[in-house]
């Protein structure tokens, strides 16, 4: 029986959409947690790729890809520069290079996207799933693709998309599953993508895990941090 298209995802309101106004705030809290970054499981080595959200730049994931190298995971940005968003040409372009990758190396890549990276992450698993080991998406819309987002109107004006016929299209893709392990990380403060969007409740082997954190933050948040080095240890994640 077809999965129904989920019906209780809202855009963010206008009070969490502000909150991103605090997330130079968020950085206040790495002092508290760095003994336990520190002390993170240490990584086995295996190739991690970062994709950055839409309009940000490959930089966005350096910080979080220096913590992977500290842990011991070879771990390195996209390397197609600033997320245009064209999911698709994108996707090909980025699953082939990944794919490339893993049979250089005889094993599949790990892949950590945020917003809309994770997007294109969880789509080159979809598409070229025998280089893909995992997946780890951090705030990314993945119910109704654009429509639940405070930016999903000008992203909708710029691809010239009808936001309601391609929540079903986005609908039909998730339908199909992903085999990969599948790490969901969302905040319920996110005023960027609603939080009800960025569950994945496609999968029942996906772990979504809820976080404290503006969207623009989760990318350097302590808290995601541990629970991405626990994750690709194996442990639990928080």
Not at 99 to 108: K, L, V, Y
Not at 158 to 186: C, M, W
Not at 200 to 209: F, G, S
Not at 214 to 232: D, E, I, Q, R
Request: net charge negative; proline share 7%; charged share 20%.
């Amino acid at each position: 029986m077809d999965r129904e298209l989920p019906t209780d995802c809202e855009k963010p309101s206008l009070i969490s959409n502000l909150r991103e106004l605090g997330t130079p705030l968020e950085f206040l809290k790495f002092p508290f947690m760095t003994p336990a970054l520190a002390t993170a499981p240490r990584g086995d080595g295996r190739k991690i790729v970062l994709l950055p959200g839409f309009t940000a730049p490959e930089f966005s994931m350096q910080p979080l890809a220096l913590y992977l190298r500290y842990l011991g995971y070879e771990a390195s940005t996209w390397g197609l520069g600033v997320n245009g968003g064209d999911v698709d040409p994108l996707t090909q372009e980025f699953g082939q290079n990944i794919a490339q990758m893993a049979r250089q190396d005889d094993a599949p890549v790990t892949l950590i996207g945020w917003s809309l990276g994770g997007v294109i992450a969880r789509e080159t698993a979809r598409l070229f799933g025998e280089s893909v080991r995992e997946v780890i998406t951090m705030g990314t819309p993945l119910i109704g693709g654009p429509k639940y987002t405070a930016v999903g109107d000008l992203y909708a004006m710029k691809e010239g998309l009808d936001l309601d016929e391609f929540e079903h299209e986005v609908h039909a893709r998730n339908s199909v599953g992903l085999p990969q392990p599948l790490t969901v990380i969302y905040s319920k403060s996110d005023g960027v993508v609603g939080w009800q969007a960025a569950r994945d409740v496609y999968n029942p082997h996906a772990k979504n895990i809820v976080v404290r954190s503006t969207h623009f933050a989760l990318g350097t948040n302590a808290t995601v941090w541990k629970v991405v080095a626990n994750t690709l240890a194996g442990k639990a994640p928080v």
